[in-house]
């Protein structure tokens, strides 16, 4: 046991609470962006090397930071919508991290009713050059309202 200790790597664990504080930030910045509809913030969280992948239920992967954004300049057109999120749980490494969100889609009124859509959302991490950058974005739909009917 005592020889498996000192081989093992140390820990630095001032820099590995900044590095999961880094991580969780920009977290929190991408779904402020998408809550707020803010285009040019989302981007900024997003991978410099164009790296991104958008999987989405009943949909093919949509591939790049291009796709992605192209997605969300589509669907930011439309006013009617908040979002929720809250962070749920983490795993930060040296250089990927993944966090699950759970989110809450509402319209006011779809089809002349109320609508919701509960989600878990996985998200990837990757830094790049000290920074934290989202490099893959999985919703899984836990609820609906329409599924009440």
């Known amino acids: 046991c005592n020889e498996a200790k000192k081989n093992a790597p140390e820990v630095n664990i001032e820099a ?10 920009v977290m929190q910045k991408h779904l402020d962006a998408i809550s707020n509809r803010d285009l040019k913030t989302l981007e900024s969280t997003l ?7 958008l999987i989405l239920p009943r949909t093919e992967i949509i591939e ?21 999120s809250k962070i749920r749980n983490s795993e930060v490494g040296e250089n ?31 830094r790049v050059d000290g920074k934290w950058y989202i490099i893959k974005d999985h919703m899984s739909s836990i609820q609906k309202s329409t599924d009440i009917e």
């Open 16 to 25: 590995q609470n900044s590095n999961e504080k880094m991580a969780i930030a």
């Open 47 to 53: 991978s410099p090397k164009g790296n991104m992948q």
């Open 64 to 84: 790049k930071v291009s796709g992605f954004m192209e997605y969300h300049v589509e669907w930011f057109k439309t006013s009617n919508w908040t979002l929720d």
């Open 96 to 126: 990927l991290a993944m966090v699950i969100v759970e989110s809450t889609y509402k319209e006011p009124e779809r089809d002349g009713k109320p609508y919701f859509n509960r989600m878990i959302i996985s998200y990837d991490l990757k």
